[in-house]
């Protein structure tokens, strides 16, 4: 198979190097691992999780660190999948620091394994089981997928080379009860780079409008429904400029944030979450100032 040249996204200080293009591209990828849904319908719920192998990069202090993400083929349905047979790594220890809730829809170069400077050519295997469907992401350091260093050779213009990451600061405990609503308040400061865009996004063509979906008479067993699409992170015509969002990493199950993408506003952003049941729960979030982004973990003990 030729190789594919990848042109980089930059994310957390490393560019992704167009690497959901590569996955999806790559003949046989996406089937080998797993068949996707029919072609052309959406779904609530009920579709498997597809983990991605997003590429590695070279560490520093020696080793490499390999990006894996993942594509949630439901549109509503964030299942929780603990850490064991149906969420693991392989060879060793089943627990990498992969997510065990699932949001919706696409989420590339989500989270990073640090693997060991004489990995040579073994392969890290991330397996994701929901639905009695069984998905597998395969990475192994392939030279055509290594991550380049942010801005390696390339700078877009002066403003990206003089871009810092966003600073997010914010108490990494915190104690709620069930569907007692949790005030999660954050401090994000910046550089003001880049210059916020004062026009929205818009929709991408084809997503004006939600889909209008037909039985398929070849699968009549499939029973199809309109999903009800939330309003994604980041979405078109959504705020611009320094922008906070947050998700839930691990726990036993989802919680309800009053707010997707937040915009900063006096270095300040606060949003309301509510959890369904009791347990520890891992929440991620995300400052992002359009082009850098840095992430910071709270864990909640709900009661």
């Known amino acids: 198979m030729k190789a594919l040249s990848v042109n980089a996204s930059c994310v957390q200080g490393l560019c992704l190097a167009g690497v959901l293009f590569l996955v999806l591209a790559m003949p046989g990828v996406v089937g080998a691992q797993g068949n996707p849904e029919p072609l052309g319908f959406k779904f609530d719920r009920g579709q498997a999780v597809q983990p991605i192998f997003a590429g590695w990069a070279r560490k520093p202090d020696?080793?490499?660190?390999?990006?894996?993400?993942?594509?949630?083929?439901?549109?509503?349905?964030?299942?929780?999948?603990?850490?064991?047979?149906?969420?693991?790594?392989?060879?060793?220890?089943?627990?990498?620091?992969?997510?065990?809730?699932?949001?919706?829809?696409?989420?590339?170069?989500?989270?990073?394994?640090?693997?060991?400077?004489?990995?040579?050519?073994?392969e890290l295997v991330w397996t994701v089981s929901i639905h009695g469907k069984t998905e597998r992401a395969v990475g192994w350091l392939q030279p055509e997928w290594e991550i380049d260093p942010i801005y390696q050779g390339k700078a877009r213009n002066e403003e990206s080379l003089k871009n810092k990451p966003p600073v997010l600061t914010v108490a990494s405990e915190a104690t709620a009860s069930v569907a007692a609503p949790l005030v999660l308040a954050a401090t994000v400061t910046d550089d003001g780079l880049p210059v916020p865009k004062k026009e929205p996004r818009k929709a991408a063509v084809g997503q004006e409008t939600p889909p209008t979906l037909k039985p398929d008479p070849n699968q009549p067993e499939i029973v199809l429904s309109v999903p009800q699409v939330a309003k994604r992170r980041g979405a078109p015509g959504g705020p611009q400029g320094?922008?906070?969002?947050?998700?839930?990493?691990?726990?036993?199950?989802?919680?309800?944030?009053?707010?997707?993408?937040?915009?900063?506003?006096?270095?300040?952003?606060?949003?309301?979450?509510?959890?369904?049941?009791?347990?520890?729960?891992?929440?991620r979030g995300t400052a992002n100032d359009g082009e850098l982004k840095v992430e910071k973990d709270v864990t909640v003990t709900v009661r």
């Open 62 to 122: 020696g080793g490499y660190a390999m990006y894996f993400g993942y594509i949630n083929r439901n549109y509503v349905e964030t299942p929780a999948v603990p850490v064991g047979p149906d969420n693991k790594f392989e060879p060793g220890a089943p627990d990498r620091g992969q997510p065990t809730v699932f949001s919706t829809r696409i989420h590339t170069g989500a989270f990073h394994v640090d693997v060991p400077e004489d990995w040579g050519k073994k």
């Open 242 to 283: 320094l922008q906070l969002s947050w998700i839930v990493w691990r726990g036993p199950d989802n919680a309800k944030f009053d707010q997707g993408s937040i915009l900063v506003k006096d270095q300040k952003a606060t949003v309301e979450v509510t959890f369904p049941e009791p347990g520890t729960y891992i929440l």
